[in-house]
């Protein structure tokens, strides 16, 4: 079974920094798409970034120039390097991956459990 595990969430003060990282495991033949989210109580999920097989990314306009999305396609990996944090990103992080388990099979959207980043002083 497909597996998605998040870290790198935490306590941060404003103007700082987190790594979040999202490493898939489990029977998995290929992954297109890798990304994250966020997703507060009572608000609408919204992108974050996302990552292409190829590597090309897409950052929403409130994270450009302050987080950077990468992937290890190796390590079946994807990291949010977050830098200059402010106090509206605090919300928790969901890693989001498309992927294929067996070949000429449909491919299916799987989600980690969530990261909580909080950004205060």
């Known amino acids: 079974q497909v597996q998605l595990v998040e870290s790198g969430g935490g306590l941060v003060q404003p103007g700082g920094s987190l790594r979040l990282s999202c490493a898939a495991s489990?029977?998995?033949?290929?992954?297109?798409?890798m990304g994250w989210y966020r997703h507060a109580p009572g608000k609408k999920r919204e992108l974050v970034a996302v990552?292409?097989?190829?590597?090309?990314?897409n950052n929403a306009d409130f994270v450009k120039g302050r987080f950077t999305i990468s992937r290890d396609k190796a390590k079946k990996t994807v990291y949010l390097q977050m830098n200059s944090l402010k106090p509206e990103d605090t919300n928790v992080y969901y890693c989001n991956a498309n992927l294929r388990e067996y070949p000429r099979r449909p491919r299916y959207e799987y989600w980690g459990q969530g990261t909580q980043v909080t950004v205060s002083s």
């Open positions: 489990g029977r998995i033949f290929s992954i297109y798409g």
């Open positions: 990552i292409t097989s190829g590597g090309s990314p």
